[in-house]
């Protein structure tokens, strides 16, 4: 009778132990959740701010107010593409591993996604009102699912490449085309007439997919010095 006991003991030690490790997961987890959440809420706000910055310098210098403010401009255009591309792979990686508070991430999608639009539409302003001083490439990728869009993941693979050996000379902005939540997605398809996956938006017309070859010569078609640039020289 007495080892009975002592074996009801140890399993009900062990399930004690195993319920408290569950329990203890699952509260860490959730404080950890939260900590991303309250991070990329910070993060949008700050991506606001810099928008609502910018928009208001654009302005001021499109008013005449303010003397030729386009190199200051710029530097700092290009200091927010810099930071929005950073902040653009963390979010995606934590959107893709998140499992609680699922609805604060994709509200935090929908800000990071209108943040990305607004900064398209700076620097399409910029290239007008700063010619001299904005010689990048502006480019909305709007992707889809393997299924609705096979040769997305050969397209990015060579907007990756060009990206990262023009830097700041090509500014992609990708969207994903199948994000309901925010009804700019189909303005956009709808204006640009994007009614196949990939779309491609270039200089304001939708190319669809483009192989390697052709998006390079379309990029350094569009580039005001691509001698300065060695990738088009090759």
Known sequence: MGREKIVKRRYFIAFLITLSVFILGIFFGFIMDNIR?????????RQELDYRSLQLQYQ?????????????????FDNYIKELEYNREQLENYIENAEINKEEYLMLK???????????????????SCPESSDY??????????????????????LGYFKKKLGTKLLVFAIDSNFKEEPIIDVLKNSFDVTELPGVIIDGKNYGFLDKEQLKQKICELLKYPDQTEICNN
């Open 37 to 45: 959440v309250d991070f990329f809420s910070q993060l949008a706000q």
């Open 60 to 76: 001021l210098m499109d008013s005449e107010l303010l003397g030729d403010q386009c190199q200051g401009l710029k530097q700092l």
């Open 110 to 128: 929908r800000r990071y996604t209108l943040s990305q639009i607004n900064f398209w539409y700076i620097s399409e302003l910029l290239k007008t």
């Open 137 to 158: 490439v502006t480019i909305i990728y709007l992707y889809g699912t393997d299924e609705d869009c096979p040769k997305c993941d050969e397209l990015a693979s060579y």
